[in-house]
């Protein structure tokens, strides 16, 4: 709070200056000030520089990228703004504190304060570098907005500027005003309306599309590995947890023991990647070791589940431990025993069959008296896992994914690839070769990973369902979320800001971690490291990998460029077959899309990976968003979208504007190669983030619309678009936004595929006319209320007779036409 003597003699300068301006007709004054962290940059605009009015009703012109989403000091906030005009570049240049305390700044660019380039962080011993040496008059001063007192700076600016900031200000609402519309209020918005009468021409005319449109990317959040996908059953197997994954973690997290105390220790551990293990002493009677499980063990009656276990003897006989399976009631499903014969760490394993259905045993490890034992890597595995495999997935999840005939797969993230700062960026090595030697990870979601499902069972599972692995690893940088880098001393701080990225003396043993991924992929059994390796894990045939994402939505700043193009440069020289799939932001717009796109040609990068999370309403209105794009630049992987609602539901509605904006993405598929709803999975009690594709729980899985709208895609690709014409009895633009219509070509099927979209109150009633005679399809429709979770496809055979095929599209529905053998 500034004296009130220095605030008079403030007012006075200020008075005394807009008096000598307040004649000048064609400008006006402008206000600029931000909330103390509580809001971004805001500006207000008044005609005598006494009486204000906010521009945008308070939005924020730009909001601070330093530090992570949440509430700390280092969350994004913003202090003590300054805008300048430099009469040197002619652009504003914004610089602010981003902690109450200083010390580190934000500097960023416009040309017309809506359209910001990416910021630069800078400590203030640098300021002379950012702060222009020549710019127009400005004066700081307290105005009331909204009659709150808020302190900041005033200036004139030309009324022209004023009007275009207006215009765009009218602009952006107006596009808020459509991508916020809902389905609940098309009762009042289609008042009165009727049935739709809607003719369909199918043409002749074609044009190649990819034929890997539908994907799925998954990540490690919502707990979809460990306790998800992943089958291992026991919690904490390896003794890892720690506060590093979740505040009050610790080794023994997810273990109980009756008879002593759970003694953690790291004397010659099985493998320096886990050096955590059980030492367990019972010398004073038997002690039993307990594991629940995620949320408990889920038995089936007669299936056999696999059980291992790394131990060694430290007393002067062996110890035999018995293991069981315990309902809780306390009856006991299965049961084995356990010799641990040996003083040096090895591995046992046993099976057990067990005899009764349970949701929700324990396994209880019980150590005989007077024995002493170190435990580590204590698993449970069904053996039923998809493909039977060991060490594998939980097989009704990943049938579930299965069934949407993904023509690829992203993983390991997302966020998760490139971590909570550098040090827990995803090191692929760390993920593959035996498990005692993988290297545990903390997950920036908030738990663990143990990493089972690592490299080596992605790129197997992809090879399982068909679809093309696409890895994404950091460009070198940490999450754009990052925090750590507020407390961070590396010198890069000055340039690079939060994303001060690996050192640049380690980038290269970081590009050459990058070209081992590749050949650990691709290279020979035989004559490459690891290719070798690859062979000893069970898989001497390469995995003859395409594409490798580098980065995620990263800041597209200084230390990501130069990191990226470091890798780039590295994997086109040794590989030029493998497609690098570059990024450009977190969204559709803004300084990292624009930025992002701009390097991305430069680069000529050949694809990058678009993200974007949007209302139904703007999936309605901007299905021309790929219109336009160059077909001779890089490609589009559509990696991370979804429809939001408020509230996150998932439902007829989400669904269908998923569906209706496919429709426009197949058009484009030309240059939309690949695209991957997101997130895809999520446990029940376990969720960071809705919605999500697919819920679950121990004992069932439960697809979303959502999930049978991608089904419906994947199941009913194909690889070359039709031209149609769509003809309405209706020219009402609202009405026809909310239909949408995409004919494919399978050449392998020789199927043709019609996809339509009813996203009205009303019936459409349909005539598809085809450029061929035909006698049958099939026919399969999604429909319901907008808010209806809970519905499902339903297929049925459609006779055809000629080349005219009548339907009715029920309101708020998706119905798929698919004509076998083009006929």
């Given at each position: 709070m500034l004296p009130t003597k220095i605030i008079a003699i403030a007012l006075m300068c200020a008075a005394s200056w807009l008096s000598m301006t307040a004649q000048v007709p064609d400008s006006v004054y402008i206000f600029s000030y931000a909330e103390s962290g509580k809001s971004g940059l805001r500006l207000a605009v008044s005609d005598n520089g006494v009486n204000w009015t906010s521009l945008g009703d308070g939005m924020n012109f730009v909001t601070s990228d330093?530090?992570?989403?949440?509430?700390?000091?280092?969350?994004?906030?913003?202090?003590?703004?300054?805008?300048?005009?430099?009469?040197?570049?002619?652009?504003?240049?914004?610089?602010?504190?981003?902690?109450?305390?200083?010390?580190?700044?934000?500097?960023?660019?416009?040309?017309?304060?809506?359209?910001?380039?990416?910021?630069?962080?800078?400590?203030?011993?640098?300021?002379?570098?950012?702060?222009?040496?020549?710019?127009?008059?400005?004066?700081?001063?307290?105005?009331?907005?909204?009659?709150?007192?808020?302190?900041?700076?005033?200036?004139?600016?030309?009324?022209?500027?004023?009007?275009?900031?207006?215009?765009?200000?009218?602009e952006r609402k107006a596009a808020d005003a459509r991508h916020g519309e809902q389905a609940k209020d098309d009762p009042t918005r289609f008042a009165g309306l009727k049935d739709v009468n809607a003719t369909i021409d199918i043409t002749d005319n074609s044009k190649a599309i990819s034929d890997k449109l539908i994907g799925i990317f998954f990540e490690d959040i919502n707990y979809a590995a460990d306790g998800g996908l992943y089958a291992e059953l026991v919690r904490n197997r390896d003794f890892e947890f720690s506060s590093n994954d979740r505040h009050g973690w610790n080794p023994t997290t997810g273990w109980a023991i009756e008879g002593a105390e759970l003694t953690i220790d790291t004397v010659a551990p099985i493998h320096p990647n886990n050096p955590h293990y059980a030492a367990i002493d019972a010398s004073n009677g038997a002690v039993e070791l307990v594991n629940n499980g995620f949320d408990g063990i889920k038995l089936t009656k007669g299936e056999g589940y696999n059980f291992s276990i790394f131990g060694r003897s430290k007393g002067a006989t062996p110890g035999s431990i018995n293991v069981s399976l315990v309902t809780p009631d306390g009856a006991t499903a299965a049961n084995a025993t356990v010799k641990i014969a040996s003083k040096e760490w090895r591995k046992y394993e046993v099976s057990?069959?067990?005899?009764?259905?349970?949701?929700?045993?324990?396994?209880?490890?019980?150590?005989?008296?007077?024995?002493?034992?170190?435990?580590?890597?204590?698993?449970?595995?069904?053996?039923?896992?998809?493909?039977n495999r060991r060490n594998g997935l939980r097989k009704d999840l990943a049938q579930t994914l299965a069934d949407l005939k993904p023509r690829f797969v992203r993983f390991p993230g997302g966020c998760v690839a490139h971590g909570q700062g550098i040090d827990n960026i995803y090191d692929w090595k760390g993920s593959v070769g035996p498990l005692e030697a993988r290297k545990p990870l903390s997950n920036l979601w908030g738990y663990h990973q143990t990493r089972g499902l690592g490299y080596h069972e992605y790129f197997q599972f992809c090879e399982d369902i068909n679809a093309e692995p696409l890895p994404v690893l950091a460009a070198g940088v940490p999450c754009q979320n990052s925090n750590h880098a507020a407390h961070h001393t590396h010198d890069e701080l000055t340039l690079f800001g939060q994303q001060d990225g690996i050192p640049m003396e380690e980038m290269d043993a970081y590009v050459q971690d990058v070209l081992d991924l590749i050949e650990y992929a691709n290279g020979d059994a035989k004559s490459t490291e690891w290719g070798r390796k690859r062979a000893e894990a069970g898989h001497p045939k390469p995995f003859n990998l395409k594409y490798i994402g580098i980065g995620n939505e990263d800041l597209i700043s200084p230390a990501f460029k130069v990191r990226f193009k470091m890798i780039n440069d590295a994997v086109r020289e040794k590989y030029p077959d493998i497609t690098v799939v570059g990024t450009v932001g977190p969204f559709y717009e803004g300084a990292d899309y624009i930025e992002g796109w701009e390097f991305a040609r430069e680069e000529n990068v050949p694809m990058v990976d678009e993200h974007y999370y949007v209302s139904p309403g703007w999936m309605i209105h901007n299905q021309h968003y790929y219109d336009n794009y160059d077909r001779k630049g890089p490609k589009v992987y559509l990696g991370e979208y979804a429809a939001h609602l408020p509230g996150r539901p998932s439902n007829i509605e989400t669904a269908l504007a998923e569906a209706l904006y496919l429709t426009s993405v197949e058009r484009n598929a030309d240059v939309v190669e690949m695209t991957s709803y997101a997130p895809l999975l999520a446990k029940d009690r376990n969720t960071q983030w809705t919605p999500d594709l697919i819920y679950f729980s121990n004992n069932d899985v439960r697809p979303t619309v959502d999930y049978y709208v991608q089904?419906?895609?994947?199941?009913?690709?194909?690889?070359?678009?039709?031209?149609?014409?769509?003809?309405?009895?209706?020219?009402?633009d609202a009405v026809s936004k909310r239909i949408g219509v995409s004919v494919v070509t399978d050449d392998k099927s020789g199927d043709m595929i019609i996809k339509?979209?009813?996203?009205?109150?009303?019936?459409?009633?349909?005539?598809?006319?085809?450029?061929?005679?035909?006698?049958?399809?099939?026919?399969?429709?999604?429909?319901?209320?907008?808010?209806?979770?809970?519905?499902?496809?339903v297929t049925s055979t459609l006779k055809v007779n000629g080349s005219a095929i009548p339907t009715t599209?029920?309101?708020?529905?998706?119905?798929?036409?698919r004509l076998k053998n083009g006929k």
């Open positions: 330093f530090g992570s989403w949440g509430g700390s000091a280092t969350s994004k906030k913003m202090y003590s703004p300054r805008l300048y005009f430099s009469n040197g570049d002619k652009k504003w240049h914004a610089i602010w504190q981003v902690t109450p305390s200083g010390g580190t700044y934000a500097h960023a660019v416009s040309d017309n304060l809506i359209d910001w380039r990416p910021q630069t962080f800078f400590r203030e011993s640098d300021m002379s570098k950012y702060r222009p040496t020549s710019y127009r008059k400005v004066d700081s001063r307290e105005a009331y907005i909204n009659g709150k007192a808020q302190y900041g700076s005033v200036q004139k600016i030309s009324k022209a500027e004023a009007d275009y900031i207006n215009k765009r200000i009218a057990m069959k067990s005899r009764i259905n349970a949701d929700s045993a324990r396994l209880v490890v019980k150590i005989p008296a007077n024995a002493r034992v170190d435990l580590d890597m204590v698993s449970l595995f069904p053996q039923n896992t998809f493909k089904k419906l895609y994947g199941n009913n690709s194909g690889n070359r678009y039709v031209d149609s014409k769509v003809t309405l009895d209706n020219n009402d339509l979209v009813n996203m009205l109150p009303v019936n459409v009633n349909t005539t598809v006319n085809l450029p061929y005679s035909a006698k049958s399809a099939t026919l399969t429709r999604l429909s319901g209320s907008p808010v209806d979770k809970d519905v499902k496809p599209l029920p309101k708020y529905s998706m119905t798929v036409i």
